[in-house]
């Protein structure tokens, strides 16, 4: 068994040493002798394809958290609004569906009950789908228009980690896709961000390569009873995955906050020692979010919080407020959160075990709930 787990005592962790592999390997072979970007299967044509006014992504779990990451990129891309439904929510709320509907399921099994049965529901209503999947000829990629399949490897612990980051890719490249399909100003740049794409593997290693610190932490936090999670843009659903690790692999009350939401009703939690992890955006973030998450962890530290941060290298603007600094190597905005969710995963695993608890099959959970 300790084979299997390459010399890591659980799969949870090899799996999270794997992702830099899972998204080299996900990106590997995507483009055509003449540099343009390609599907694994696609039984929708170009003329449909191009066609797309609307793109709903139905998914559950993880997998759900990695669809509304992609969102924020593939609207800035494409110009075609995206939503995120839930699949066992899309299915009952009668959802505004076409056949210029691109509806795209997200599942690292591909046997989720609820996600192909939305999938199903959209096909009735005429919808293209398309299946961004982990799994070869798994029962949704086989039910789809189109697939563009994860190459994260097989994942055996429960809770999902590499599948996450390989899906995060796969959407990205569909954006880019459509983006080149589609023409117009984002077109020249499906080059540039899939150039950006390939530095990642590397980042990641590096962050792997600097987590005892993280590490440190989460041993000093085994009797923590919660802990919250704040982000902002793309950081906002990767600040929901921490707070969903935590849960998943320590049963530890945790959620996850859009930053600029805490003045609506968060910040009235927040009281002296309340750990409070929070996902600042590079300091290159448009907007000027990056200022704005600062103040946010200003007010929380003067109200008492514990707050832990995870800032890009080189962003100083953080140090007065934080009390632990957690750094990631610098990237392009709508790509930090295949950096910044991997402390956060690891941080979970380490208090997991710290609390002497089984990481790959926390309780009353299954890898794949294959039952409505
Ligand atoms: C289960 C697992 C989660 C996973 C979700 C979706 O609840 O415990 O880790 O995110 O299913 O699974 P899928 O295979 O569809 O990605």
Redesign the pocket.
Known sequence: ASAEKGGYDTFMEKEIFDQPDAVRDTLLGRTDEAGRLTLDEIRISEEDLKAIDRITIV?????AYAGMVAKYAIEHWTRIPVEVSLAHEFRYCDPIVSERTLVVS???????MD?LMAVKHAKELGARTLSICNTHGATIPRESDAVLYTHAGPEIA???TK?FLAQITACYILGLYLAQLRGGTYADDAAKVMGELQEMPAKIEEVLGHLERTREIARFMADTRSVLFLGRNVGYPIAMEGALKLK?LAYIHAEGFAAGELKHGPIALIDAGQPVFIVVPGPDTPHGLHGKVVSNIQEIRARGARTLVIAEEGDEAVVPFADEVIRIPKSAPLLAPLLAIVPLQVFSLELSTAKGLDVDQPRN?????TVE
């Open positions: 998914a559950c779990g993880t997998a997200i599942s690292q099994s591909g046997e989720t996600t429960v809770a999902s599948a998943e959970l299954a890898k794949s709930v």
